[in-house]
């Protein structure tokens, strides 16, 4: 299904165009407590915070609006950029928000260092530990070398040798564990959980790290307040949530749709069933968005912030890149 757009301002973070599903979906800008009941993530006792908890979207932009005071001087605002290649083709004004220039080469860097941030100081003497393939270890790495806070990523067997010379150049102490991500990750959780041991810090599924990537909607509103449609890549739901939250508080009349991978739908089926759910076999080019399940505190958030999905195939994305 093509995805047309009838529009006076599109805003694309990742050059996805052509849809084949879309969800429509009701957005209220309003403090609501969800009924979530699927805690499906595990829990870890040290992270930066808690990854259950139910979080309003007034504090949610209350976070964006510290986060941005915390970050700012840390982080490149980065520019919006007229792309008059897919202006042409959706007819429409499009602009690109070039994360891609921003400190690590991508968003993480702000998430992350909001996380840090906001660690009180017994948990910065402890450092912080995280499980990535790539730009969230980057982030992390970056952050808490900034803030003079000790980093251990673990990464797992098939991550790039780029990447890990990347994070390792960022002061980060690399462990190279388990065969895939999820490997690495239950090691992340676990380590966190001894007495004394470093914080962990979620890719998504954490209010510091939402808020952080929240930052980018407050920019994108500034750049483009005219903006009437945000177009931004789903994993496990934080940057879209944050972005969404802020860029609807500036703008309650804006849209926002998610993109997903066609074969990793996590939160299209997820919204879809209403409760938090996905696909057991995955494989995508776009391993950055490749999220098995959305987060518990991103899954909620996206009921109320989401105006739909829409998902691509990578046949369809290798011809963007190509572009
Ligand atoms: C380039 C890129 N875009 C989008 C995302 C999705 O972010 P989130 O997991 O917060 O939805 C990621 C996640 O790693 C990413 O690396």
């Known amino acids: 299904m093509h995805y047309s757009l009838q529009l006076n301002r599109c805003l694309f973070l990742l050059l996805f165009l052509e849809g084949s599903k879309q969800k429509k979906r009701q957005t209220d800008f309003v403090a609501t407590n969800s009924t979530n009941n699927t805690m499906l993530a595990s829990q870890p006792t040290n992270s930066t915070s808690s990854n259950s908890e139910t979080l309003s979207l007034e504090q949610l932009y209350q976070d964006i609006l510290e986060a941005r005071k915390k970050i700012g001087p840390l982080i490149h605002h980065t520019p919006m950029v007229k792309s008059d290649t897919f202006s042409k083709m959706t007819e429409s004004t499009v602009y690109l928000k070039e994360e891609n220039l921003q400190k690590t080469g991508s968003f993480k860097a702000r998430g992350a260092l909001n996380a840090c941030a906001n660690l009180s100081e017994e948990q910065r003497q402890r450092g912080v530990i995280c499980a990535s393939s790539g730009n969230h270890a ?60 470093p914080i962990f810090i979620s890719p998504f599924n954490d ?26 890549p789903v994993g496990g739901g934080g940057l879209s949530c944050g972005i969404a939250c802020a860029a609807k508080k500036m703008n309650p009349k804006l849209k926002v749709y998610g993109v997903e991978a066609e074969s990793c739908p996590s939160m299209l089926q997820s919204l879809d069933q209403g409760f938090i759910t996905g696909p057991t076999n995955i494989s995508t080019i776009c391993d950055g968005i490749s999220v098995k399940r959305p987060g518990t505190i991103t899954f909620p958030l996206a009921q109320q912030l989401l105006d739909g999905v829409v998902t691509v195939d990578d046949f369809e994305v290798s011809k963007v890149r190509l572009i």
């Open 207 to 232: 209010r510091y790290v939402i808020a952080g990537q929240g930052t980018i909607g407050l920019e994108i509103m500034e750049d483009v307040p005219d903006a009437d449609i945000l177009v931004i």
């Open 138 to 197: 980057q982030g992390v790495a970056y952050s808490a070398h900034r803030l003079g806070i000790s980093a251990t990523v673990l990464m797992p067997k098939v991550t790039p040798i780029a990447k890990i010379n990347a994070t390792k150049g960022y002061h980060a102490n690399v462990v190279i564990h388990g065969e895939v991500f999820d490997e690495a990750l239950a090691k992340a959780v676990e380590v966190s959980k001894q007495e004394n041991a």
